[in-house]
């Protein structure tokens, strides 16, 4: 929405019952509420969100990155009702949806992928035949999957069977499929992704990757981009897969192709998603390229004016999802008031939230409060203003996986660059949480500079009576 402003065209905002007073809400042009707080009844309504666009005479929807953003069936419908999806067409979005079809699809490209089953698993006996083959661990995954979901590890053959039930199970009960796949678990994995820009012309560009390997359950937490380890030739190697991914789906808009890097930096395809990701900003901050702005041009049917020999990485940027989660209590959701939310402000630090001081975190939704974004000239000095704007983001009423983060941002394998999605479980136990440095030590410490100061001036005592009235702790102390 703040880019549109800055385009100068208005936005209207849907909102649920729960997300009323929603920052969204207050910052549109207009918002209408589109029914109660369950997603199912308001965000997820396809059929009421096109009605309020009629209504309201709305030209395009940009369907962000939840909810509906990679709903071919929803693009579908939008296209059908004359408005315009700001994103790829409901074709690309199917195909790659399922995992399973983004492999056939990018086959005819010899893009490299992880050794596994090309089709869903009818035939346990087969399947484990295949593991075998492959050699274990086998990692057995849902084709519709998403979120880290539908996701099961095999050690052994002895754990096949249970591990494929649950691996089924779990992918009917998030995803309505119950299609499963085998890949080789790799070992040591880096989560590597490739942001790309396709137009309706068929020009397709990359911006370079993002590193997303600080995961807890299958899922992000941190990202930085560029990568510490990719060299240039990998990262153009990688940049044309993306691109060639791309290509497989006639894609236009924003999207990610998403890979897995071993310790040898080979890489392998995951997946493609085809919408903006939570953590674009890291590219927009090393590209200077507002990839929402991109994605409205594209829409519009313009084609990219930017070339891919004209793009440059410029500095570091780390993201750093702030959840309301208990990184001591294995992540677990938190829910209650931001009864303090003060936010890090200053030189290199952005911060994309949806929520201010007394809100309440809704239990419908995925609780994630913020995306803090630094952004330094290398990456130490990234890292060092994302620890300073972790230590002055204040949060209470909630648990957040800010104290998480800070022990990544100080953590030796982080600093190195040498970590892979193993991170969490190799390096953190809730007691490696330190508190924030407290805030009246800092008082303490500012009061005790200044009485030093105003002590070493000669007239120090007017000066003295006149600060220690501004502060009763003060006013003790020096009388
Ligand atoms: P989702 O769509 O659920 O996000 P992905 O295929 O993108 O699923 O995988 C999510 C994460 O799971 C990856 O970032 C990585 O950490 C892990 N993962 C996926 N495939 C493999 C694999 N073959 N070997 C090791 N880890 C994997």
Redesign the pocket.
Known sequence: MRTAREMGIKTVAIYSEADRNALHVRYADEAVCVGPAPSSESYLKTDVIIDVCKRLNVDAIHPGYGFLSENAGFARSVREAGLIFIGPSPESIEVMGS?LAAKAAVAQYNIPM?P?TPSAITDRTEAKAISATIGYPI?I?ASA???????RVVESEGDFDEQMDRAVSEAISAFGDGSVFI????TS?R?VEIQVLGDQHGNIIHLFERE??V?RR???VVEEAPSAILTPEIREAMGRAAVDVARACGYYGAGTV?F?VNDALDF?F??MNTRLQVEHPVTEQITGVDLVKQMIYIAEGKPITIRQEDLQIKGHAVEVRVYAEDPANNFLPDVGTLDTYIRPQGNGVRVDDGFEQGMAIPIYYDPMIAKLITYGDTREEAIQKMIRAIDEYQISGVQTTLPFCRFVMKHDAFRSGQFD?GFVSKYFTPDKLTPAPDATESTLAAVLAAWLMENSKPKSTGTVVATASRSKWKANRLA
């Open positions: 995992k992880v596994g990692l995954k999957g998403g979120g880290g979901k539908g996701m890949e080789k678990y790799v994995p989560h997303c390997s995961q299958h899922q992000k998403e897995i392998y995951l997946e999605t």
